[in-house]
Structure formats: structure tokens, C-alpha cells
């Protein structure tokens, strides 16, 4: 019990931390700055450690996938595309959202039995949900696919559910901000996703 309790304020700290950083990638992303990467990188460490320590197993795990994505995210926006001058944002067309969606369920549903039968994982289908639709989610960020934002909205209201319960609260507190800030990057997005096609046609 005293190795718990010294280790609490610590990572109240550490969770803070990662809080703030985690909330200038959102607002940079929004931006279509590449600097958030840089802030997606330090925090996604911190939380790897975090969700490790209070047995949500997958959103662990897909930390470690934030950190490679946030590498990968970087070379994208910097010297992806065919000039090499950074991609640019384009939309998906609502056959290949049927897919995916199809795709977020049918493997949550399968890592969400396996973890409720062979391991202690806390919430293992909305664990498993919410870790799924983010690992398809954040690849659609490093291609600047629009519709990211719409999808982000809907994780960041379940995952909130998970960290109330868990008791991180800041982290669910910046989950509500998520969701707000998700909406403003979609609607940002789209109005220069429209300036693109409009100069393009």
C-alpha cells in the first residue's frame, strides 16, 4: 500500500502533463500543424506507462502504436505526397466508411472476447472498441482524411466512460475537450478541404 500511494501523486502529475501536451496535438492537428506530432510523441509515452498501471491493457498498447504514428504522421505532413511538399486533406467516399466501420466491430468483438476470457482487462469490449477505431482512426489523421474528426468524436465519448472508471479524471476531462475540439477540426478541415477543390476545379 505505501509503494501505491507514493506512486498516486506521481502519476498525477505525469497524467497532467501528458493532458496538456495531448491537448496542443489536437489544437495543432486542427491547424494542420506538424509541430503536433512532436507534442503526440511525449504524451503518448507517458500514457503507455499510465494505462499500463491500471490495467487498461489495450489503450496501453495503442499508445505505443501513437508513438510510431506520430513518427510517421510527421513525414506525412512534412514530405508526403507526390511533390514531396506535405499531403493535402481529401475525403473518403461513404462505401469505404461502411467498410471500416465493419472492420472497427468484428475485431473488437474478437480481441474483446479474448481479453475477457484470458486476461484482467477492465472493459474489455468498450476497451477493445475504443482502442480499434483509434489505431484505424489515427492512420486517417496521418493521410488527412476529413471524416477523421467524425469518428475521433465518437471514440473520445466512449473512452470517457473508461477513464472515469478507472479514475483518471483529468484524462476524461480532456476527453470532453476532445470532443469539442474534434468538432471544430472537422468543420476547419472541411472549409479547407472545400478552398482545395475549389481551386483544383
Known amino acids: ?10 502519476a498525477s502529475a505525469w497524467e497532467a502533463l ?6 496542443a496535438y489536437l489544437v495543432l492537428a486542427a491547424r494542420e500543424n506538424s509541430l503536433c506530432w512532436y ?16 490495467s487498461l491493457l ?6 505505443v502504436y501513437y508513438m510510431g504514428m506520430a513518427v510517421y504522421g510527421w513525414y506525412q505532413w512534412r514530405e508526403g505526397g507526390d511533390d514531396h511538399q506535405g499531403i493535402k486533406i481529401r475525403a473518403l467516399r461513404p462505401h469505404h466508411h ?6 472497427i466491430l468484428v475485431v473488437s468483438g474478437v480481441s474483446g472476447y479474448l481479453l475477457q476470457e484470458n486476461s484482467d482487462a477492465a472493459w474489455p469490449y468498450l476497451d477493445s472498441f475504443t482502442t480499434w477505431a483509434s489505431v484505424i482512426t489515427t492512420w486517417m489523421v496521418t493521410q488527412k482524411i476529413l471524416e477523421n474528426w467524425l ?14 472508471d478507472r479514475g483518471l479524471d483529468m484524462t476524461a476531462a480532456l476527453f470532453v475537450a ?13 472549409r479547407h478541404y472545400r478552398r482545395q477543390y475549389l481551386a483544383h476545379a
Open 1 to 10: 500500500m505505501e509503494s501505491l500511494s507514493g506512486w498516486l501523486p506521481a
Open 18 to 23: 501528458a493532458v496538456v501536451l495531448a491537448l
Open 39 to 54: 507534442c503526440a510523441l511525449v504524451s503518448t509515452a507517458i500514457y503507455t506507462a499510465l494505462f499500463w498501471n491500471v
Open 58 to 63: 489495450m489503450e496501453s498498447a495503442l499508445n
Open 98 to 103: 461502411g467498410a471500416i466501420i465493419a472492420l
Open 151 to 164: 469518428y475521433w468524436i465518437v471514440i473520445d465519448a466512449v473512452s470517457i466512460v473508461l477513464y472515469l
Open 178 to 190: 476532445y470532443v469539442l475540439i474534434a468538432g471544430t477540426g472537422y468543420v476547419s478541415w472541411r
